[in-house]
């Protein structure tokens, strides 16, 4: 077929029917922990229909979908807004506030709400601000601490986005903030609409926050059912799945109707705020504090007060940190596996779901983006009794780090795959018409082409898996091989035993490993694209303060 002929038609830039196999194969593994509970429910004799429709179900189900739709919308407009403030305008020290928007990812959701609950009401450190609770409060915790699924996969858009139609724009007339509203957005409309996504499916099956703010959902009648009715908890599990499928089949089927934006470049406009820079800054300000630093100043009150018990490992100030250097390097370690497994195990799925759109790589995509609405102790038992019923050597598995890691690649690799997919749409196909043109073979036309653009959002992807695999506890407590020890069960244990200096202080050094990993995915992204903007380039004789452009 003669290049340029029918360009829509040309065949895939990455394999076609190997690529289509392997995307099949990701998401039958995907499908593991969903077959789990069907097959649980089933042999258990469990009825569907009336556990569903029964007055102790329908309530916390409506309140999981409205606390996760309301927790998606506003983390939506709270981490775009901020990734717009970061990557396209002169906001004051936005190096330092790329990073620092990221960190509040790492805080597990219960250990967020309990350092909120401390830190505001009466007894609290600052009493005079009241204590919410109830759906509003933990609307309030779950946006604080779920906003950078957003963020992050719109900022790594927005750092591959190029200035020609912004360009153009203000040419024809446009203000600052129209051209954010017609050119920005709908360039970064793929990653908006995955880490929305992201957001609602973590609000259906977060239980830590929404236990502790006192709001009933389905991942409480799940957890509480565990123990005592583990039919009706198993079916309660296989509805939250159904609910996440039917949710993620529909994100599918709207995004082959949305038309893609493959704007690629390498310099951006930086819009001047103008008299929109004190309000700006307050709002980053803001979230980071309470996001953020809210938790960090409970956490140091901790260990500043210390523990009133006497005998345990850590009492406070003064005490050696030595019993958190081996949980420390297990939990970098688990991650950095994690993040690396996740983002090369979904690629062929969000490759073939952008670039050859078939029913095996929406099924795939659907697959993987549903198991992260399902309660992390549900993926990490399904899994475990997998492994335990697996014939041959695959028993052996059970309780080791390869088992782990892809428990934590089940849970989180939704998070690769939305901002992967993001990055692939990015890529202009005239780059693979070109290549192509020029007698270069598809394995080096991906390498050398399309990796190098679409690795913002691979990295994207990275980070949040890195960053959801520091903190997840369940998968950790079940499938870890014996005597392994991460942060986040350290956190775990001192808290079920109350020694609140110990919760302080692995608090602490998680957040800090959090911003040591992160580190090379964002500041040093940051630091030298910023260097490259402000060198020179098109883009500097078209900045224009937001004064500016609304006194025109």
């Not at 946006?143 to 699924?149: C, D, Q, R």
């Not at 690629?264 to 004190?278: D, E, K």
């Not at 062929?348 to 983006?369: F, L």
Request: aromatic share 8%; proline share 5%.
């Amino acid at each position: 077929m003669r290049v340029g002929s029918r360009p829509h038609k040309l065949r895939p830039t990455v394999g076609s029917r190997q690529l289509t196999v392997a995307a099949g194969v990701v998401g039958l593994l995907f499908l593991f922990p969903i077959g789990y509970l069907l097959v649980r429910t089933v042999t258990l004799g469990s009825d569907l229909g009336n556990t569903l429709f029964s007055s102790t179900t329908a309530r916390p189900l409506v309140n999981s979908l409205l606390i996760a739709s309301s927790t998606a919308a506003l983390s939506a407009v709270v981490g775009t807004t901020l990734a717009l403030l970061v990557a396209r305008t002169d906001l004051p020290g936005r190096s330092i506030w790329r990073w620092a928007l990221a960190l509040p990812l790492v805080i597990p959701s219960f250990v967020g709400a309990t350092a909120v609950l401390a830190a505001f009401g009466p007894g609290g450190l600052i009493e005079l601000v009241p204590r919410i609770q109830g759906f509003w409060g933990a609307l309030a915790i779950l946006t604080l601490l779920t906003y950078p699924y957003v963020y992050l996969p719109v900022l790594a858009r927005l750092s591959t986005t190029a200035s020609s139609l912004e360009e153009a724009a203000r040419l024809l007339g446009d203000s600052s903030w129209q051209a954010v509203r017609k050119v920005v957005l709908p360039q970064a409309r793929g990653s908006i609409v995955a880490g929305t996504l992201l957001v609602f499916l973590y609000g259906l099956s977060d239980f830590g926050a929404v236990s502790l703010m006192r709001f009933d959902t389905i991942t409480r009648a799940i957890f509480s059912a565990q123990l005592s009715d583990r039919a009706t908890s198993l079916t309660l599990g296989l509805v939250l799945a159904l609910v996440a499928l039917l949710v993620a089949a529909v994100d599918r089927s709207s995004a082959g109707r949305r038309p893609p934006v493959t704007t690629v470049g390498s310099g951006q406009l930086h819009y001047a705020l103008g008299w929109a820079t004190g309000p700006a800054l307050g709002f980053t300000a803001l979230v980071v504090g309470l996001g953020l630093a809210t938790p960090l100043l409970v956490f140091i009150v901790w260990v500043v007060r210390g523990s009133s018990t006497i005998g345990v490992g850590y009492s406070g100030l003064g005490d050696s940190l030595g019993f958190l250097v081996e949980p420390t390097l297990s939990s970098a370690g688990a991650a950095a596996l994690a993040a690396a497994a996740a983002v090369i195990i979904t690629l062929p799925v969000a490759y073939a779901s952008v670039r050859r759109r078939s029913w095996v790589s929406e099924s795939a995509g659907t697959a993987v983006t549903s198991v992260f609405a399902l309660p992390g102790l549900v993926v990490a038992i399904a899994l475990a009794f997998w492994a335990i019923r697996a014939p041959g050597l695959m028993g052996a598995f059970y309780q080791t780090l390869p088992l782990l890691v892809l428990g934590y690649v089940l849970h989180f690799g939704a998070q690769a795959l939305g901002p992967s997919q993001a990055g692939i749409a990015g890529i202009p196909k005239r780059f693979d018409e070109a290549a192509r043109t020029l007698g270069v073979g598809a394995r080096r036309r991906f390498l050398t082409i399309e990796l190098p653009l679409m690795a913002p959002g691979i990295l994207a992807g990275a980070g949040l898996v890195l960053l959801s695999t520091l903190k997840e506890l369940p998968a950790t407590l079940i499938l870890a091989p014996i005597g392994f020890e991460t942060l986040a069960t350290r956190i775990w244990n001192a808290a079920e035993d109350g020694f609140f200096a110990e919760v302080g202080i692995t608090a602490l050094v998680l957040v800090v490993l959090s911003a040591v990993l992160t580190w090379p995915l964002l500041i040093r992204r940051g630091i030298s694209r910023v260097g490259r903007d402000h060198r020179g380039g098109p883009e500097c004789g078209h900045r224009r303060g937001v004064g500016d452009a609304e006194s025109r």
